[in-house]
């Protein structure tokens, strides 16, 4: 007598490669140029879900709590490798124009923050108003904006022409908040997966200077009037007037991108600390 049938449940990594190598088939950069949906959902549709029915709702990136406030959440889209900007007033790719429909806020914020290391990209099919007036349709795969500018400062970046993007904002000062850890500890790496991380890792770091260069650069071109500018990893000794109550930069500084739920001990020490920094190097730049 034979055993009765069981099935395994297909674990997520025999999932994504099935549908891998059924994108792989059609072609997900079809020959005509346009993108073909790989997958009719994934991990960060879940998330988007979860963002939906948890803290956002319907809520779209209209309904903004303090009138006059622009919000712009910004994504890459893989397929053309531009930054598809998600805001309050407008929505946008610079390669294919304005979106006319709604955005949710959970599909903004989901695309947003689609880390591609641990999260698949966002498919979602726009309508577009291209410059010319004509809409069109085009399938976008978005994943984490850090990947197009991790510090989100290309959009606030002074004298941005409209013919060649649609947001353009013509602010006198800017307050950048930086989670980044600062200087890293010293680490040996030898073998593959090491080495590849700590490439990674300078690469990032060089990306996240330059673009703190930027705000210097504007700053002292006279581009802006002044900037703030203050990171988690900012080493306490340094500060010139911290408070007695400072939340001390180990208690963050270890702190892992690995999409685990926070306890409410480290949102609260992170949230502090970033609140505390500010409020330290803000009256500084006011001078």
């Not at 979860?50 to 903004?64: E, I, P």
């Not at 006319?100 to 903004?108: D, G, K, R, S």
């Not at 991108?257 to 020490?269: D, G, I």
């Amino acid at each position: 007598m034979s055993p009765p049938e069981t099935t395994a449940p297909a674990t997520a990594a025999v999932r994504n490669l099935t549908a891998a190598a059924r994108a792989g088939t059609r072609g997900i950069l079809t020959r005509g140029g346009g993108v073909s949906v790989a997958r009719p959902a994934n991990r960060t549709d879940a998330l988007a879900a979860v963002l939906t029915r948890k803290a956002f709702g319907t809520k779209t990136m209209a309904d903004v709590t303090h009138p006059g406030l622009d919000v712009v959440l910004t994504a890459t889209d893989l397929a053309t490798t531009n930054a598809v900007r998600f805001g309050s007033t407008r929505s946008a790719c610079s390669r294919y124009g304005t979106i006319t429909e709604p955005i949710h806020v959970a599909t903004a914020v989901a695309a947003s923050a689609a880390y591609p290391a641990l999260l698949p990209a966002l498919e979602r099919t726009f309508t577009f108003q291209h410059r010319d007036g004509h809409h069109q349709q085009h399938t976008v795969l978005l994943t984490d904006g850090g990947v197009y500018d991790n510090l989100g400062l290309s959009v606030l970046e002074p004298g941005r022409s409209p013919h060649h993007t649609q947001h353009v904002y013509d602010v006198p000062f800017i307050v950048s908040c930086d989670a980044g850890q600062g200087e890293l500890s010293l680490k040996t790496s030898h073998f593959m997966f090491g080495r590849l991380n700590r490439s990674f890792g300078t690469i990032y770091r060089k990306a996240q200077d330059s673009a703190r260069a930027r705000l210097h650069e504007w700053a002292s071109s006279g581009r802006i009037h002044g900037f703030a500018l203050a990171y988690l990893g900012m080493k306490d000794e340094r500060l010139p007037a911290p408070p007695a109550d400072l939340v001390p930069r180990s208690a963050v500084a270890t702190y892992p991108t690995n999409f685990a739920a926070m306890n409410r001990s480290y949102f609260e020490a992170i949230t502090t600390r970033g609140e505390q920094l500010m409020r330290t190097v803000l009256p500084m730049s006011l001078r």
